[in-house]
């Protein structure tokens, strides 16, 4: 006989025990046949309800087949289980073998432990943030009691349980990234659920990245930076609006009389664009510079390029500001209310039937409060502005989107002089700007490497210039248009933009002037009032396409821009077009450090006063090519980012110097050119810890040409040094104090050689000097600080600040007005010091 062979053989969850193989007289080949086919033994009912366990062993013949011909039990602990495991056997297959074998084979019959009855929940809790009442995930929870250390994670609600935590006093502390340690203590009593409400206070509200320079979507636009939102609000003299950030950055010099007018890179403000959402505003900041047109509550970006921008934006030889609005909205609605000496604002925003909700309101008063901080025989500027802001979007798919957006801002500037020591009275400058945006807005996603969006937007605009009662101009555009792009990625390192940007208007203008000299050069020429008045309807469908190229499929390692974009005029005149060919490259040399450049061909049509008033002659277009090269690095939370730029302007229109009769002659001629130039610096140190700041600098040269053979002269705008220092730093209790120190060169200008008396008109007219802009205003430097308190309830925060404007000032002159024969003249000054108090109170419903 054979000796045994064991066979692991598992039945019923039971581990087989081994027995010594007898192989006495056995050929080795022949020792451990192959098992083939297992087949495990039932337990049997009665056995498992009498909790009967134990090994079965077999005694198994196996002919040469493979087959099992015999089973006889050798021992086993009974209750069934010795039957049950022969039948089982009787199922076994082995491989075939030269001779038939007997061997030994155990099956192991081993009940499953009792299954333990779980703890309940007796500790748990949620986490939310102090002041937003946000749920915070992935918070650490760490509980100590009885000498037992217990740990949890918070899910998506913020939400954590224990189960089985001993009774007593439980230390719970809860630790996130972003957030002061919080340590609570909670009584674990038998035969209760303890259930904690934990409110985290964060190191930093509203420290949600905002870019400020740059176009997110592109990785090869030449200048581009992000500032934090907990930047933004500590930055003293912006009064906590992003858009207001762009003033103390590369490239962005002081617009005059507070306007608020974008100058960028010494260009004139017309030759700017302002963008809320890619549709066109005339204006980015509210008159008097201190607020821009959209509630900072509702600004989710801002995209600032003063150069080097793509073909999704045109029409321009300046720069670009595109406000983009929130997408987002808190899970519940949120209130704002902020109060300061500038304005009131009130803001909600929320979530409701899968629809995001946002509404936001500001008025000023600061008009009222400026005759009492200057003199009375100062020159003052008296702004006041209003906006309003509602915006619904859809949040439930996720493969088409839609939102309505309507928008809108009034206006109104008021610059008046008091009585000079002879003459008449001094003249008062009044400027009023109204505007109303309805945006509509489409999305869909075709696939992973396709999308669509479709952008339809109607319009009205209202702007009035007016000097005293005598003279005024006035326009008004009512617009319609529509924003199209195609977005297709055939390879993951190549994206193609195709768009069309159109817009179709209709604009009229008025002039209202009194007694004027006659055309040409003679001062004495008689002169009578001036009144003209035209509108008309102008089309302008302006296609373009953008490449964007990728070499490693990386946007952070750089890439190419290569974009064409069509820019179209159609009016009474006809219809006129150029081509914008235009390429940007960013390339991550090293590890923290990138080249980037840029070039490219910009096109603006003819302003409204030349389509207008002279609408039987297609004009030109003024042309810019602009170039730039710069470098930007970071290391260890700072960064540097350097800038060079060339632009050169040339087709500009210049009023016609041969111009006899305007029913014949052109009003303007394409003889002017021009050419910008300089360096841009920013030095950061990024928000970690309790200090950031930055220092700006632009060096930079504007010059123009009139093509009439005096040569260039330095532009109206150029302001050659502009230097900007910020620092802020946070001490405990959410206590924040910052400053903000701004040196401008002052603007050139003509001055007047004198003045002569027109008899019939009964005014005096003024002689300008021969050599234009040979003067310069005085330099503009002012020191502004900002000191505020935050705190923070468990749904809502209470800031209190003061904002300090001009704590420290030159006589920062904004112009210069003459009295009636020009044989004295007053700066106007810009404003004082003025502290802004205020508060800002945020709450959850």
Do not use: C
Not at 123 to 132: A, H, N, Q, Y
Not at 171 to 180: A, I, N, S
Not at 422 to 443: D, F, K, N, P
């Amino acid at each position: 006989m054979l000796g045994g062979l064991l066979l692991a053989a598992l039945a019923l969850g039971a581990e087989p025990a081994e027995v010594p193989l007898q192989q006495e007289g056995v050929p080795e080949a022949l020792a451990a046949p192959e098992l083939l086919h297992f087949e495990p033994a039932l337990y049997p009912a009665a056995a498992e309800a009498a909790g009967v366990e134990g090994d079965v062993l077999l005694r198994l013949t196996v002919a040469e087949t493979g087959e099992v011909v015999a089973v006889e039990v050798v021992s086993g602990p009974g209750a069934g289980l010795e039957e049950a495991a022969a039948e089982a056997a009787r199922a076994l297959r082995f491989a075939p073998m030269p001779v038939s074998v007997v061997l030994e084979f155990r099956y192991g019959f081993e009940l499953a432990p009792a299954p333990v009855a779980e703890a309940p929940v007796n500790l748990s809790g949620r986490v939310r943030e102090r002041g937003t009442a946000m749920p915070l995930p992935g918070a650490d929870i760490e509980v100590e009691v009885g000498g037992q250390t217990l740990s949890a994670v918070t899910d998506e609600e913020g939400r954590w349980s224990l189960r089985g935590v001993p009774l007593g006093v439980a230390q719970v502390r809860v630790l996130r990234g972003g957030y002061d340690p919080l340590d609570e203590a909670a009584e674990v009593v038998a035969g209760e659920a303890t259930a904690l409400d934990l409110w985290m206070r964060s190191r930093g509200y509203g420290g949600d990245e905002i870019v400020v320079i740059g176009h997110r979507e592109d990785p090869a636009t030449v200048t581009r930076h992000s500032i934090s939102v907990e930047e933004v609000q500590r930055v003293p003299g912006t009064f906590g609006d992003p858009v207001r950030v762009v003033q103390s950055l590369p490239g962005a010099a002081r617009a005059p009389f507070g306007t608020g007018l974008l100058i960028l890179r010494g260009a004139n403000p017309e030759d700017s664009r302002v963008y809320v959402d890619g549709v066109e505003v005339p204006i980015v900041f509210h008159l008097g510079g201190y607020r821009s047109v959209v509630n900072s509550a509702l600004i989710d970006s801002v995209d600032y390029m003063p150069g080097g921008y793509g073909v999704r934006y045109g029409r321009a030889t300046g720069g670009v500001v595109d406000i983009q609005s929130k997408d987002t909205y808190p899970e519940r609605f949120t209130g704002t209310w902020r109060t300061d000496l500038l304005d009131s604002s009130a803001f909600v925003a929320g979530q409701t039937g899968g629809l995001g909700v946002a509404v936001g309101v500001r008025r000023s008063y600061i008009d009222a409060f400026i005759p009492f901080l200057v003199s009375d025989e100062t020159p003052t500027i008296k702004p006041r502005w209003a906006d309003y802001q509602a915006k619904v979007e859809s949040l439930a798919s996720e493969r088409d989107h839609w939102s309505l957006f309507a928008f809108g801002f009034q206006d109104y500037l008021f610059v008046q002089s008091p009585d000079l020591e002879s003459g008449e009275a001094g003249s008062a400058l009044s400027t009023v700007y109204q505007t109303h945006r309805v945006v509509g807005a489409w999305q869909h996603v075709f696939s992973d490497t396709a999308s669509a969006s479709v952008q339809p937007m109607v319009g009205y605009d209202d702007v009035q210039l007016a000097l005293g009662t005598e003279a005024e101009i006035k326009t008004v555009a009512e617009r319609i248009g529509a924003r199209a792009e195609l977005s297709w990625r055939p390879d993951p390192r190549l994206t193609v933009r195709p768009g069309l940007d159109s817009s179709l208007y209709r604009s009229s203008i008025s002039f209202a002037f009194p007694a004027v000299g006659g055309l040409g050069d003679d001062p004495l020429a008689e002169g009578e009032a001036l009144r003209l008045e035209s509108d008309g309807w102008t089309f302008a469908p302006d296609p373009f396409v953008d490449l964007q190229w990728t070499p490693t499929g990386e946007a952070d390692d750089g890439g190419v821009n290569l974009g064409l974009r069509g820019v179209t005029m159609w009016n009474k005149a006809g219809l006129s077009a150029s081509l914008d060919p235009r390429l940007a490259f960013r390339w991550a040399a090293t590890p923290g450090g990138s080249v980037k450049g840029g070039s490219g061909l910009y096109h603006q049509p003819p302003d409204a006063f030349v389509a207008l008033f002279d609408d039987t002659r297609l004009y030109s277009y003024e042309r810019a090519w602009s170039t730039e090269l710069g470098w930007e690095q970071s290391a260890y939370g700072l960064s540097a980012d350097a800038t060079a730029f060339y632009k050169d302007l040339s087709g500009i229109l210049i009023s016609n110097p041969a111009l006899e009769d305007p029913a014949t002659d052109p009003l303007v001629v394409p003889i002017g050119s021009g050419r910008v130039y300089g360096t841009e610096l920013l030095l950061r140190r990024d928000p970690t810890d309790h200090f950031f700041g930055w220092v700006s600098y632009t060096l930079s040269r504007s010059e123009r040409d009139d093509g009439d053979g005096d040569g260039a002269y330095a532009y109206d705008f150029d302001q050659t040094h502009i230097l900007t220092a910020v620092a802020s730093y946070r001490f405990p209790y959410e206590l924040d104090l910052s400053g903000r120190f701004q040196y401008v060169t002052g603007t050139p200008f003509t001055p007047y050689q004198g003045a002569t008396y027109q008899i019939d008109a009964g005014r005096w007219t003024p002689i300008p000097s021969d050599d234009r802009n040979s003067a310069r205003n005085a330099p503009y430097w002012a020191l502004d600080m900002r000191l505020s308190k935050v705190w923070t309830f468990k749904r809502g925060s209470v800031e209190a600040f003061v904002d300090v404007l001009n704590a420290l000032h030159g006589l920062n002159p904004e112009g210069t007005l003459y009295n009636y024969d020009y044989t004295e003249s007053r700066v106007i000054e810009g404003l004082p010091l003025i502290p802004s108090p205020g508060f800002q109170a945020e709450f959850t419903f």
